[in-house]
């Protein structure tokens, strides 16, 4: 079966400029999450989502970062004004719940120059 | 908060030598912990967990690791290196307890290399 695809694979924005990141679960997994990957930060928690229920946003940065989830599937990660800062991979992942194992996309690398 | 340790972000062995990457974690109470393995530009693989069943856990790829409350570690291990498992790993914790157990926190990874 199809895993989790995210799109595009590489972005390269201008600083200032917003972008939009996509993420498609695995078909029924029912929580989605996001991370971000840097070279100085290593592996970060950005946001979860889990059903209809209210996300966690506790790992978003700043508020220019913000993610949503449309009827329980699509996510799109949402970068207003990006900074230098802000280039990174970002990785989905998507699982059956929170309980089960959490399978990773191959991520977006965003270049901010 | 919890938090962890991979000792030596880049591990060199030989082909058919034993594979030992270190993880120590930091919690309140014992968590539930993971070894991921990311080749390079894919995303995470889960190799094995630790979800407070067995302490010696057994995973994909002939890799295993071991729980030890007492060292507050989950030392992953493979008695004979591959040349396909030279890849980025990386050890995680997410709370056993509480509404937070799908927040999971990575360590910064070890680069594993393999020698012919």
């Known amino acids: 079966g199809a895993g989790v695809s995210q799109s595009p694979s590489n972005k390269v924005t201008e600083k200032g400029k917003d972008v939009e990141l996509r993420c498609d679960p695995i078909?029924?997994?029912?929580?989605l999450y996001w991370y971000r990957q840097s070279l100085g930060q290593g592996l970060e928690f950005l946001i979860y989502f889990q059903g209809n229920s209210a996300p966690d946003k506790s790992g978003l940065p700043s508020d220019r970062f913000s993610a949503e989830r449309t009827g329980g599937s699509v996510s799109t990660l949402t970068i207003q004004r990006t900074q230098q800062e802000d280039s990174a991979v970002y990785l989905c992942?998507?699982?059956?719940?929170?309980?089960?194992?959490?399978?990773f996309g191959p991520g977006t690398r965003l270049t901010v120059t | 908060a919890q938090s962890v340790t991979q000792l030596g972000s880049h591990v060199s062995v030989s082909e058919g030598a034993l594979v030992l990457l270190r993880c120590n974690y930091s919690?309140?109470?014992?968590?539930?912990l993971f070894w991921y393995v990311q080749y390079p530009n894919q995303g995470l693989q889960l190799l094995l967990k630790?979800?407070?069943?067995?302490?010696l856990v057994k995973g994909i790829n002939g890799f295993e690791a071991e729980f030890k409350k007492s060292e507050t570690s989950f030392h992953l291990t493979k008695p004979s290196a591959h040349m396909s498992d030279a890849a980025e790993y990386f050890c995680a914790v997410s709370e056993s307890s509480g509404g937070s157990n799908y927040k999971l926190t990575f360590g910064k990874g070890t680069l594993l290399t393999v020698n012919p």
């Open positions: 992942a998507s699982s059956w719940t929170s309980l089960y194992e959490q399978y």
């Open positions: 630790y979800t407070s069943a067995a302490t």
């Open positions: 919690s309140s109470v014992p968590p539930y």
């Open positions: 078909s029924g997994h029912t929580a």
